[in-house]
C-alpha cells in the first residue's frame, strides 16, 4: 500500500442524532469533519429511536462519496458493566444488545463505551464482570468493533490503567471484535504524560495493550495536570496538553488514520468547526498536503 495514503487526519465530533443519520453527515460536512460520534440513545440512558433504512443508507451513500473515516458511536454514559447493582448491569446488557444491533445498519464502525466503576467491589471483580457482559453481548458475525474507553481512574473507575483494558482483553471469546478508544485528557489525568512524553506513552500502551488494539482517540485538552484523576476537559490549547501536546499525538507516526474525536466544552458546532480547523492547520504544517 502506498504509505502517503495512509496520512490523513480524520477528525470530527459528537453530533446530535435527533434529526437522523443522514442530518448527522451532512452537518459533518459542514463543519469540515470526515468522522464523528454520537450517542446511540441519550446519554443518561433511555430508549432508543427505530432506525430508518432509507435514513441509513443516506448516510452510508453520503459516507462512502465523501470518503469518511470511520465513525465512534457512544454507548450512554449510566451503562455500568461493572455495577454492584443487577439491575444497572441489565441495563447495560440491554442496551448494548440493542445498539449493536442497530449498528449493523452502519457495518464496520466502532461502538465505543466506559468501562464502568466496580463501586467499592474491587478491581479484579470489575474486569470479571466487564468482561463477561462483552462475552454475553458480542457476536462472531458482528461488523462493529466494540471500543473500551481509557479513563482518567477517578474513584473506582475500571480503565485508568493501561493494565485494565489488557486483562479485560485477555478475558474474551471474541478479541478481534474489541479494541480501545485513547481520551488523551483521559490518559493525562490517570498519569500517562501523552502530551510531553508521547512516543513513551505509546511504547507503553504497545508493551501492555499492542497498537494494533488501538482504533480510535478522543481529542482533548485537560484542565487537570498529569496524574490528577479528576477528567475536566478542557478546548484544545486552553488546557495543561496544550496546542503543543494535542499536535504530537494527532501528528504521530503510529496513529495516522485513527478517527480523532473532539469532546471538548464548547458552546455550540461553530467551536468544533475552529478547532478541527486549527488541527487541520497544525496536521498539514507537519504532513503537507501529501496525505490528502
Known amino acids: ?17 435527533a434529526g437522523g443519520f443522514a442530518a448527522m453527515g451532512k452537518t459533518a460536512l459542514e463543519i469540515g469533519a470526515d468522522t464523528f460520534a454520537f450517542f446511540t440513545r441519550n446519554p443518561r440512558g433511555g430508549r432508543a429511536k427505530p432506525v430508518c433504512e432509507e435514513d ?18 457512544h454507548a450512554p454514559y449510566t451503562l455500568n458493566p461493572c455495577s454492584a447493582a443487577e439491575k444497572t448491569r441489565e ?21 465505543n463505551f466506559h468501562p464502568g466503576s466496580h463501586v467499592g467491589q474491587g478491581r479484579e471483580t470489575g474486569i470479571r464482570l466487564i468482561s463477561e457482559l462483552l462475552n454475553r ?9 466494540v471500543l473500551l474507553e481509557t479513563m482518567a481512574g477517578k474513584g473506582s473507575e475500571i480503565g485508568g ?8 482483553l485477555s478475558r474474551l471469546r471474541c478479541p478481534d471484535k474489541v479494541g480501545v478508544c485513547l481520551d488523551t485528557c483521559h490518559v493525562s489525568d490517570g498519569g500517562y504524560d501523552i502530551a510531553a512524553k508521547t512516543d513513551e506513552v505509546l511504547e507503553e500502551f504497545d508493551r501492555v495493550i499492542g497498537l494494533d488494539k488501538l482504533k480510535a482517540l478522543h481529542i482533548n485538552d485537560s484542565r487537570n495536570p498529569v496524574g490528577a484523576r479528576k477528567d475536566r476537559h478542557a478546548p484544545i490549547g486552553e488546557g495543561t496538553l496544550g496546542l503543543a501536546g494535542i499536535k504530537s499525538v494527532i501528528c504521530h ?3 495516522q488514520s485513527l478517527p480523532c474525536i473532539l469532546e471538548t466544552p ?18 498539514e504544517k507537519h504532513y503537507g498536503n501529501e496525505g490528502d
Open 161 to 168: 490503567r493501561f493494565e485494565d483494558l489488557a486483562e479485560i
Open 91 to 111: 441495563f447495560a446488557y440491554m442496551a448494548m444488545t440493542e445498539d449493536l444491533a442497530r449498528m449493523e445498519y452502519l457495518p464496520g464502525n466502532y461502538y
Open 1 to 17: 500500500m502506498d504509505e502517503k495514503k495512509k496520512e490523513h487526519l480524520y477528525i470530527g465530533c459528537h453530533l446530535s442524532s
Open 137 to 145: 453481548v458480542i457476536q462472531p458475525q458482528q461488523s462493529t468493533v
Open 253 to 255: 507516526p503510529a496513529l
Open 56 to 73: 441509513a443508507e443516506a448516510l452510508r451513500q453520503l459516507l462512502r462519496q465523501h470518503h469518511f473515516g470511520k465513525l465512534v458511536a
Open 266 to 283: 464548547q458552546e455550540n458546532l461553530s467551536g468544533y468547526k475552529r478547532e478541527i480547523e486549527l488541527l487541520r492547520k497544525e496536521w
